[in-house]
Antibody
């Protein structure tokens, strides 16, 4: 059974950093691209970042470029999102998702909440 | 950026009815490789989103055949025949053809 479990969320002050993790199991992690998708409170979904199977290619939405870094450790079956220079508008639930070969998010984690506030 | 416009924003339904959701893109979603990366997701209350349809009309594993995706170019539709209680929630279309990838604003399927 495919499982994605996020961790690392919490309350953080503006300008500070946070690192999210997503532990994957039930599939060969190194064979799949991965992504982060966020959802601000009461709002819709937004794609945040994606990473290729080996980690060599990364992609970001404009609003997080230069502040967020997506990475992965295939030996540990774990996806990461390093979030720096956090802003109040980054407040959201962050979901880890697996990318199928058809470029769809075929499995999702339960989400982790990030609140940026002083 | 590609803008995906979903209509209606809310769709009141009676169980057993058919529902239809439109997703219109600000530009064609045909990729240079010939594929059209238009997907549909359902987010049930209090849950993570789940994949329903990929590449316009392909149902994901385990998705009932009452969910039908169609369309081409920049105009797409999700039809749900015989709405059941577990179909209620917010539906999102999503495109992975153009960078940055974008979601539609969502359509809430709710009981009348």
């Amino acid at each position: 059974e495919v499982q994605l479990v996020e961790s690392g969320g919490g309350l953080v002050q503006p300008g500070r950093s946070l690192k999210l993790s997503c532990a994957a199991s039930g599939f060969t992690f190194s064979n799949y691209g991965m992504a982060w998708v966020c959802q601000a409170p009461t709002k819709g979904l937004e794609w945040v970042a994606s990473i290729s199977t080996g980690g060599g290619n990364t992609y970001y939405r404009d609003s997080v470029k230069g502040r967020f870094t997506i990475s992965r450790d295939n030996a540990k079956n774990t996806l990461y999102l390093q979030m720096d220079s956090l802003r109040s508008e980054d407040t959201a639930t962050y979901y880890c998702a697996r990318l199928s070969s058809n470029w769809a998010f075929d499995y999702w984690g339960q989400g982790v909440m990030v609140t940026v506030s002083s | 950026d590609v803008v995906l416009t979903q209509t209606p924003v809310a769709q009141p339904v009676t169980l057993g009815d058919q529902a239809s959701i439109s997703c219109r893109s600000s530009q064609s979603l045909v990729h240079s490789n010939g594929n059209t990366y238009l997907e549909w997701y359902l987010q049930k209350p209090g849950q993570s989103p789940q994949l329903l349809i990929y590449k316009v009309s392909n149902r994901f594993s385990g998705v009932p055949d009452r969910f039908i995706g169609s369309g081409s170019g920049s105009d797409f539709t999700l039809k749900i025949s015989r709405v059941e209680p577990e179909d209620l929630g917010v539906y999102y279309c999503f495109q992975a053809t153009h960078d940055p990838w974008t979601f539609g604003g969502g359509t809430k399927l709710e009981l009348k």
